[in-house]
């Protein structure tokens, strides 16, 4: 591996300066491929931190909230929400086909036949 380029100079990066280096180029890299500016969950906010509105979570830098996109919370939450637009979408195509068919059935503790009540004219009460 070629380290005359890197921090260091010298040919010979410590770990701290080749992780910091690691991290500025995986920030670089993330920067270049994702646009914050189009993903429609991000936000930042006036204090300069950045908040993920699916998850509401608040993060210090970009580094942090991309790494919260990929990260467990947000990707569970995104399968959850596409489970839930799935069951709306054919929830509604089933209602639309099955809107002719309407099943009948008795309800619980309601007897099976109905009860009237006629007076006899012939009989008269006395008060």
Avoid at 8 to 33: F, H, I, K, P, Y
Avoid at 87 to 104: L, N, T
């Amino acid at each position: 591996m070629d380290f005359q380029q890197r921090a260091g100079g010298d040919g010979v990066a410590n770990g701290s300066e080749s992780n910091r280096d690691r991290r500025e180029r995986l920030r670089q890299l993330a920067l270049e491929t994702i646009n914050l500016a189009k993903n429609p969950y991000s936000m930042r906010n006036c204090v300069g931190t950045y908040e993920c509105r699916f998850c509401l979570t608040s993060h210090n830098n970009e580094g942090s909230y991309l790494a919260h996109t990929q990260g467990k919370k947000h990707q569970s939450n995104l399968a959850r929400r596409a489970v839930r637009k799935n069951q709306q979408s054919s929830d509604i195509v089933q209602s639309i086909k099955c809107h002719s068919e309407v099943r009948k059935f008795i309800k619980i503790g309601r007897p099976g036949y109905n009860v009237t009540k006629q007076r006899d004219p012939s009989v008269v009460l006395i008060p």
